[in-house]
């Protein structure tokens, strides 16, 4: 028994829109992927800068003691004893 026009038509529409679902859940996973590695790539970066900041600090703090820096103005002031 063969189907219909329409019943073909119906069912070759819904295997179109089954296949466009398909692919665009590719590119969501490919772009989560992606998303993925660029948050990996901030972290590492954060890291490391916080990493360099604080042997800054050391070496400013072994120069000049210990004290505090405004982040504004970078001024330095010595702690009191």
Do not use: H, W
Request: glycine content about 4%; hydrophobic content about 30%.
């Amino acid at each position: 028994m063969q189907l219909t026009e329409k019943q073909k038509e119906k069912l070759s529409s819904m295997q179109g829109t089954e296949d466009k679902c398909v692919v665009a859940l590719g590119q969501i996973a490919v772009s989560k992927l992606n998303l993925q590695l660029q948050e990996e790539d901030v972290n590492k970066m954060l890291f490391e800068n916080a990493k360099k900041r604080q042997e800054l600090l050391s070496e400013i703090e072994e120069e000049l003691g210990p004290g505090s820096i405004d982040p504004k103005t970078f001024e330095f002031t010595p702690k009191e004893d």
